[in-house]
C-alpha cells in the first residue's frame, strides 16, 4: 500500500472510527460543547445528528476514550431495527448482562439492579445508541421508559443518541415522541468541514502518520476535493485514499490539482465512490402510461428506443423490454384470471337456491374457496403491478442515463 512507499507508520485516512485521529472542526468543536453540557446535567437525551460520514461514530470514540471509567459506566448500542422489546435486551447486554429466559420483565429488572448498583458506588451510566435512525417508534419508547429509573431524586440513566438527518426530522415532528423531545436536554447537528477547513484536517492525519512534506500538496489541490466531497470526512478519506495511492503507483513526489481531477475522473467512470453531485429531484408520482399494443403483450412490434432493439436492449441489473412485455403478459394473465373467478362466484349465487338460512353447505364451501381464491388473485396483481411499475421505473432511467452519455 501507498504508506510503505511514502514512508507512513499507518493508514492516515482509514474509513474506519479512530479516536487518535481525531480532528476538532467548528461543527465537532460545537457537538462536544454539547456533550459536555449534557453530560453535566446527568439526565435525560443528548442527540447528535449528522450526515452519512459526517464523523459522528469518531466523535463518540473520542469521547469515549475521555471518559473515566471510574466515574461514568458507558455501554453503546449500534442499532439495527429493533422492535420495542428486542432493544431492551440489546441495551442489557450492552450492560454485560446475561438474561435468562430471555423475557422482557427479566431484562428490565436486570438493567435497574445494575443501574442501582452502580450509583451506589458512585457511578453514573451513560448509554450510547448509534445509527438511532433505524430504531421503531415503539423502541424510542422503550428507551424513554429506561430514563425513568431513579435512586431517591436522582436519575440512574443517560442516553446518546446518534442518528442521520431523518432521526432528527422524526424527533422534531413525530406526536408520539413529544414525551421524548421533552428529555432532550442537548441537541446538534453535525455539519460538513468548511472549504478552510480541509487543509488542516488533511496535514493532521497525515502528520500523526510520521508525513513530513513527502510528497508535497500542492495548494490547489484542497478547494477541489471539498468540492467533490462536500466537506463530508468519509469522503474526504475515501478521494484522499486513491490520491495517495496513484501517487505511489506513479512514483510521485508531488501531488497537484490536475492529479486530483485524474483521480476524480477515475473514480467517476468506475463508480467506486459517489461524488459530492446534488441529488436528482424526485419526479411527481404519475401513473405510467403504457402502448396498448405493449400491454396486450401478444402481437406488438418490437419497440425501437433511443436506436436500440427492445429484444436486445438491457439497463440496470439486465432490464430489458422483453422482461417487461413478459411481466405485463402475467400481469394481463392474472386480470384474466379475476375475471373469471369473479363469473363463477357469479354463476354460484346466481344458481344457488334460496332455501332455509344458511343455504347449501356444500354450495357455500364452494363459495368461500372461490373468495379465496379471488383475494389471493388480487393480491398477486397488487404485486405483479409494482414489478411493472419498477421495471418501467429502471428501464427510463436506463434510457436517459445512456442518452445523456452518448450526447
Known sequence: MYEAFYGFTARPFQLTPDPAFYFESLTHRKALSYLGYGLNQGEGFIVITGEVGAGKSTLVAHLMATIDPARLTAAQVVTSALSGEEIIHVVAQAFGLVIGGHDKASALAAIEG?????????????????????????????????????????????????????????????????????????AHHLDAMEADELRPYVEHRLRLVGWNGRPALAADIYPKLHQASGGVPRRVNQIANRLFLMGAVEQLEQFD?????????????????????????????????????????LDAEPLELGGYDATVASGPG?????????????????IAELQQAVIEIANQVEHQPAPAAGGDPA????????????????????????????TLAMLIEWLETDQKAVA
Open 363 to 390: 354450495v357455500q364451501a364452494d363459495l368461500a374457496a372461490l373468495t379465496q381464491r379471488l383475494e389471493r388473485m388480487e393480491q398477486r396483481l397488487v404485486e405483479q403491478e409494482a414489478t411493472v411499475k419498477h
Open 318 to 334: 439486465g432490464v430489458s423490454v422483453a422482461e417487461l412485455q413478459a411481466a405485463l403478459a402475467e400481469r394481463d394473465t392474472l
Open 257 to 297: 490539482g490536475a492529479m486530483l481531477e485524474r483521480v476524480l475522473t477515475e473514480i467517476a467512470s468506475d463508480t467506486a465512490l459517489p461524488l459530492n453531485r446534488p441529488p436528482k429531484p424526485k419526479p411527481p408520482l404519475v401513473e405510467p402510461t403504457i402502448d396498448p399494443a405493449l400491454a396486450a403483450g
Open 114 to 186: 445494575l443501574l442501582h448498583a452502580e450509583a451506589r458506588n458512585g457511578r453514573r451510566c451513560l448509554l450510547v445508541v448509534d445509527e438511532a435512525q433505524n430504531l421503531s417508534i415503539d423502541a424510542l419508547e422503550e428507551l424513554r421508559m429506561l430514563s425513568n429509573f431513579q435512586l431517591g431524586a436522582q436519575p440512574l440513566l443517560q442516553t446518546l443518541l446518534l442518528g442521520q438527518p431523518e432521526f432528527r426530522e422524526l424527533l422534531q415532528t413525530s406526536p408520539e415522541l413529544e414525551q421524548l423531545r421533552q428529555r432532550v436536554i442537548a
